[in-house]
């Protein structure tokens, strides 16, 4: 072979068969040519730790990267899921569990807003504990918050739609929103409630005292009403006359 200038070339070794990485280089002036040569697994060996290092490296940048991701996407999820606990929540009575005044008010406008762009049925039922007052002065609060939630627990027995929503909207006092329901549908209803409020008072073994319901009734189809606040009033003046009347009952009045 001649060689002319300078280079590299790599070369197994006839004699002891290692591979090896020849570096040569003509001296100038002369036509002495000086080469050297290194084993190549050395060589490779250092390149070898250098990649496995970097590649661990990269790997467990990666992972990290992806746990990072994990771990925020499960963080997004919780603060979600806090999120909407919390809207719930604000949106609930602590006490039975029912929709809050915020959330009846709420449903009632949109519900009102549904029925003046459809004509369709709304009624309003209200109703109000009697003689709450003297029932917990004679037996305390721990018990009248039972009587309340018993209360709570017939009236959503008796939602039995979606678009029934019962509510206490205040201590003793509590609603219930009948979507697409005229006021013979919410008379029925709000005589179902009254009766299975009986029969769940004499059901009970704890000896809570009985209580019953006074109730008020509004219905109204599209704009026939004027208002939300009309129709508010009209439940509340019929709640009025119920309790004028004798109490433990229900009147409907219906707006023309």
């Known amino acids: 072979m001649q060689l002319m200038g300078s280079g590299s070339f790599v070369s197994r070794s006839g004699i002891d068969g290692v591979e090896r990485l020849f570096t040569f280089d003509r001296v100038a002036g002369t036509k002495l040519v000086v080469s050297s040569g290194l084993a190549t697994e050395p060589l490779y060996a250092n390149w070898r730790r250098q990649s496995f290092l970097i590649g661990g490296l990269a790997l467990v940048i990666s992972a990290a990267l992806v746990i990072a991701a994990l771990l925020l996407a499960r963080e997004s999820r919780l603060r979600a899921a806090a999120q909407d606990e919390l809207e719930r929540q604000a949106r609930t009575d602590f006490l039975t569990g029912l929709a809050n005044r915020r959330q009846f008010e709420q449903s009632l406008e949109r519900e009102w807003r549904r029925v003046t762009r ?6 309003l039922v209200l109703f109000d504990a009697d003689h709450f007052k003297q029932l917990n002065d004679r037996h305390g609060h721990g018990v009248g918050d039972e009587v309340l939630k018993l209360i709570a627990g017939v009236l959503e027995g008796c939602a039995r739609r979606p678009g029934d929503l019962p509510a206490r909207i205040g201590g003793e006092e509590f609603a219930m929103l009948l979507a697409d329901t005229d006021g013979e549908g919410a008379h029925c209803v709000a005589e179902s409630v009254r009766a299975a409020l009986r029969e769940a008072s004499l059901a009970l073994n ?51």
């Open 118 to 123: 459809t004509g369709t049925d709304l009624s």
């Open 206 to 256: 704890e000896g809570l005292p009985s209580v019953t319901l006074s109730g008020g009734i509004a219905a109204t189809r599209g704009r026939s009403a004027g208002s939300v606040a009309a129709l508010l009033a009209t439940a509340d003046a019929a709640l009025y006359r119920a309790k004028e009347e004798g109490r433990d009952r229900v009147v409907l009045h219906r707006r023309p």
